[in-house]
């Protein structure tokens, strides 16, 4: 039965993002790095939510002083996502900008 449901949560989660960019271009491509993963260890339950981050876009096209400004519900999908946003780099070769997302984890089943 475990393995089931832990079939169906891998299946039915999906995520989706939205950026708040200032002082940097309005489109930033992502290069490198994979998208969170939903904590499946965490709950036996499905459970939508979201994080909203900010943190500083260095002129290497990496992410930076990372924080996390909400998380819905408190804590839940904190460190599948820091873990997925530290890969992240950006084609970006410009000076130092602060970058701002709303991560969302949705089930559609």
């Not at 449901?5 to 940097?24: D, P």
């Not at 970058?99 to 969302?104: G, H, L």
């Amino acid at each position: 039965m475990r393995i089931a449901t832990l079939f169906i949560l891998l299946f039915f989660a999906t995520f989706s993002y939205s950026e708040e960019i200032t002082n940097c271009p309005p489109q930033l491509q992502r290069i490198e790095g994979y998208d969170p993963s939903y904590p499946i260890r965490e709950s036996r339950q499905p459970v939508d939510g979201w994080v909203v981050l900010t943190a500083r876009l260095n002129p290497d096209g990496g992410l930076e002083e990372i924080d996390i400004v909400e998380s819905v519900p408190d804590n839940f999908f904190d460190r599948s996502v820091l873990k997925a946003v530290r890969s992240w780099k950006f084609d970006w070769s410009g000076s130092w900008c602060k970058y701002k997302t709303k991560i969302s984890f949705v089930f559609s089943g």
